[in-house]
């Protein structure tokens, strides 16, 4: 799999991750809501795979979802500087080649 390959799964898992956060921020004021998390893996050649799971109740819910959009944010733009990193590698190799 390739570098770009990898960042961008870990974009998709980082962008799952916010709206699911924001999800379980939203749906605060509602009595009985499910509050969700995300599960992520490694694949089996590299990256993660993430999925919607229900997470278990907790007092302190409001502040761990801020936490966690937080730490999503931060993983996407990781992995996005991961991301153009590698297309600037891409065109000065191609550049070099010309």
Do not use: H, K
Request: proline share 3%; no cysteine; net charge positive.
């Amino acid at each position: 799999m390739s570098v770009m390959s990898i960042a961008s799964a870990g974009m998709r898992a980082a962008s799952l991750g916010v709206q699911t956060a924001a999800s379980n921020v939203a749906r605060l004021p509602v009595t009985d809501a499910t509050r969700l998390g995300v599960a992520q893996t490694a694949a089996a050649r590299g990256g993660v795979t993430a999925t919607v799971i229900t997470a278990p109740d907790d007092a302190n819910a409001p502040i761990a979802d801020l936490l966690t959009a937080r730490e999503a944010a931060l993983a996407f733009a990781a992995n996005a500087s991961v991301f153009r990193r590698q297309d600037q590698m891409l065109g000065t190799l191609l550049d070099r080649w010309a």
